[in-house]
């Protein structure tokens, strides 16, 4: 049985610049389900226990931006915990930008009910969205499970 | 500042002024020396992150209104005794990352009026007796990452106005008795990664006021029982040390205990009354302690609100213990020995439940009775072969209950209508195929056969209108909301369009997207939808 | 791009990158978080910012907020100096003074009543 990602697509609107259209796939880790929120961005360490969380408002969608496995040796929580860490604290979703770090794939493999979606997304989509946080211009972001075909097609 | 230069802005500082006094930047500026023509107004400097190893003496003589003087982050090995001389106005000192190998005792010795000294981040090794001598309104010292290889005691017995202090990332090995016994105005405590491996009997003797004690990351081999003299104490942390065992009343002397943390100790055995009288106590966490055989008596400490006993020996649960514990939230008790349930009934505030990996057989009408804000249970990995039928029915708060790999042959579904989450997979005899109407709410679902997923629809994804089979297995409000979303999203990712974000954000609240259900074992070719094999 | 070398690495960082700044500190220096706008950057400083205090561990210095009502703190629950409109009592902020102590308007303490 061929396993099937579930494809998303990521709608990023920044406010009063052309939307952008990209696409990720739902890690498994989390529940496949749409959701929306205003973008943040959230530093690796930021999603530790003993990391503050100074953002106060909830409902928004936090980027984290992997860093390569060998530059944090021994990370303080598993990336599944890092994205629970992330969804109590108020993110509707969680994208992982997992160009420099694809083990983290199969590190959010393994379903464990999170409520709120985990969307990992690479290379060029990737680049096309950290473009938008590196230019700290603010933006809104819509993430929508795309259709998959009713079986996989077998021959 | 030589005579003659008139008072200003040194080359390259940033200068503020504030009121009739000035606050002077000179950090980061690559300086080697002391700016010489700082203006006497100067409240504020600081000369941070520079290259300065040495300080002329009287370097700030004429800074009477100086009150607060950083030369963190310097080269500065030692401190001429007349350096800090006519700094009377002096509150706060930062020397912390520096190259000082001991205490500069001769330039501390004439600042009455110091509250805060930092000298963490150092190569301090040793702490003559007359350090702080002068120091009689010191209140906050830092002394962590040094080379100390014990407590200073001689020093510590002059600051009758210290209230916080770290020693923390040191080499000290031992507290002796008596070593902070005049230090009765000390609120707050820091000895975490030292190697402390003993402790004497009136070690903490003197420390009336003591509130927070870190002895986190040391050596200890013994429960630190010098602690029942820290009347006053709230927060006390021991753990990652090698302590094996909590004894009977640990913690008789600390009624106003808040919080406890001890865990990564090889502890096997806790006093049976070791927990009691700690009113104000809100989290006890023990995991692994496996010669604990009994439920702790927890008698006097009502405010408890997480429970965590893990991996010990416990094979029953008292009768009256949620008469103990009016206040739980989370009772984890899971890798256990438990068989029997009691009532929970009276633990009115409990919301997670967590009795995994136990040997529980069966579930009674009263087990959970009226426990309405309990939102999750896992029960997986016992041998539960019947659940009464009344057992889930006043639980309005349930949206997670994980049965996995029990002997059910039968789930009664009264109760469960607010599931969001069900396990059932490792239940082989419970073969019923379960309506989606029972569950209204599920998101999450796991059953012991893939046919049991079939009405979940979830061979087809929600927006999937190309198969005709899926198509009938739509009532008519989800096709026409199916419909109106496809319109709104046609499926296409680079489709582009012009909609402001407010106009997005109503569309989509109005379409109430329904997330797919995530159902597994998930059917496919080779695991049909009718259950096959039993026709056969 | 290199990623020791770019606009999101400064003079403290031991190891860094364009997107999250700062990733380690060097020896001695305290690893913040900082928040500008949407991006969030790891920046490393030789004392903590005001508001927040610094705690040293093996692998990492950090800097955590104080409360609050607190604007220099030693640790979360030890106040060293309050926000305006409270007065300090034995690392407390208080907005009044308990009895048998009394408000110091200069100071912003509690202190002793001097008879």
Redesign the interface.
Known sequence: ?RSTT?KA?I?V?P?KV??I?L?GEFA?VA????A?GK????????LCN???D??TESGFITIV?L?QPD??P?PCLSLANKAKLAGERGARAILFDITDDESAADQLRK?R?L?QPVVLIRGHDAELL?GV??K?????V?I?????????D?D | AEPGAAPSCPAQCHCEEDGIVLSVDCSELGLTAVPTNLSPLTAYLDLSMNNISQLQPSAFRHLRFLEELRLSGNQISSIPGEAFSGLYSLKILMLQNNQLSRIPAEALRDLPNLQSLRLDANLISVVPEQSFEGLLSLRHLWLDDNALTEIPVRALNHLPALQAMTLALNQIWHIPDFAFQNLSSLVVLHLHNNRIQSLGANGFDGLHNLETLDLNYNELLEFPGAIRTLGRLQELGFHNNNIKAIPENAFVGNPLLQTIHFYDNPIQFVGQSAFQYLPKLHTLSLNGATDIREFPDLKGTTSLEVLTLTRAGIHLLPRGMCQQLPSLRVLELSHNKIEDLPSFHRCQRLEELGLQHNRIHEIRADTFVQLLALRSIDLSWNAIHFIHPNAFVTLHSLTKLDLTDNQLATLPLDGLGGLTHLKLQGNPALAEPFAKESFPKMRVLEVPYAYQCCAYGSCSGFFKVSNQWEAEDMSPEDEDLHKRTLEFFPGHADNHYDLDADDLQLDLEESKLHPTIQCSPSPGPFKPCDHLFESW | VHPNVSQGCQGGCATCSDYNGCLSCKPRLFFVLERIGMKQIGVCLSSCPSGYYGTRYPDINKCAKCKADCDTCFTRNFCTKCKSGFYLHSGKCLEKCPDGLEANNHTMECTSIVH
């Open positions: 049985e579930q697509i709608r609107i406010l052309e939307p259209v696409e498994s529940e496949v389900t749409p929306e973008l943040l961005q959230s530093h690796p360490l930021s003993t990391s503050e100074e953002h931006k860093e530059r944090d021994n379903p009910g409520s950290m946080v590196n700290n211009r603010e933006a809104h819509k929508e499970v795309k259709e998959q075909p009713a079986w996989p077998y």
